[in-house]
């Protein structure tokens, strides 16, 4: 069984600028997460999707993020426009249900 | 939020020494999980606590929820190299739409071969 796919794995762009990250949980499962780590901190949710509708999205920390799940498969997480607090480490998690959690490899990004 | 106190933020360990971190919370959660995560890869699940006071095992590792609900403790014996990595606690409550995991800002363990 494939895993939870993460791409870019690095991506360094300069502050201003616009990144997307996708995501491409396991096959069947209807429920796909975001997380981040900025460095030295805890891993921190972000939103949660069952199928293409947004479950919770308390975790979003601001308007220059937006993620979307269209048609129930991959997600894109964009931001736009890129500032230099948005550097961390991304993971994309999918579950078939509350449990069950499975992880991405992460998207590290670099905003300088 | 809620947030969770893990300790020790980092160890330094000889091969076969025996390890023990642990995680507080302000607030109650009616799972615990302990994750490792290695260079390059993601958080992957060791061992997922479902019951107050319950001790559970997996090969090396064990760990246990706290009766208060409010902490747990993972413990690794006779560390070998490849233990290596972050280890987070997460807390979950699951039930109802929420299917958040509140994690530990993680411990730093590296094996001295």
């Known amino acids: 069984e494939a895993g939870v796919t993460q791409f870019p794995s690095h991506s360094v762009i300069e502050k201003g600028q616009t990144v997307t990250l996708r995501c491409d949980p396991i096959s069947g499962h209807d429920n796909l997460y975001w997380y981040r780590r900025v460095m030295g901190k805890e891993i921190k949710f972000l939103l949660h999707f069952v199928k293409e509708s947004k479950q919770d999205e308390s975790g979003m920390p601001n308007n220059r993020f937006l993620a979307e799940r269209t048609g129930g498969t991959y997600s894109t997480l964009k931001v736009q426009p890129a500032e230099l607090e948005d550097s961390g480490v991304y993971f994309c998690?999918?579950?078939?249900?509350?449990?069950?959690?499975?992880f991405g490899s992460g998207t590290r990004l670099t905003v300088v | 939020g809620q947030q969770l106190n893990q300790s020790p933020q980092s160890m330094f360990i000889q091969e076969g020494e025996d390890v023990s971190m642990n995680c507080t919370s302000s607030?109650?959660?009616?799972?615990w999980l302990w994750y490792k995560q290695e260079p390059g890869e993601g958080p992957v699940l060791l061992i997922a606590l479902y019951k107050a006071g319950e001790l559970t095992s997996n090969g090396r590792l064990t760990a246990q929820f706290g009766i208060t609900r409010k902490d747990s403790f993972l413990n690794i014996s006779a560390s070998i190299p490849s233990d290596v990595g972050i280890y987070f606690c997460?807390?979950?409550?699951?039930?109802?739409?929420?299917?958040?995991?509140?994690f530990g800002k993680g411990t730093l363990l590296t094996v001295n071969p």
């Open positions: 998690a999918s579950s078939p249900s509350s449990y069950g959690y499975t």
């Open positions: 607030s109650i959660f009616n799972t």
């Open positions: 997460a807390g979950h409550n699951s039930g109802g739409s929420n299917y958040k995991l509140t």
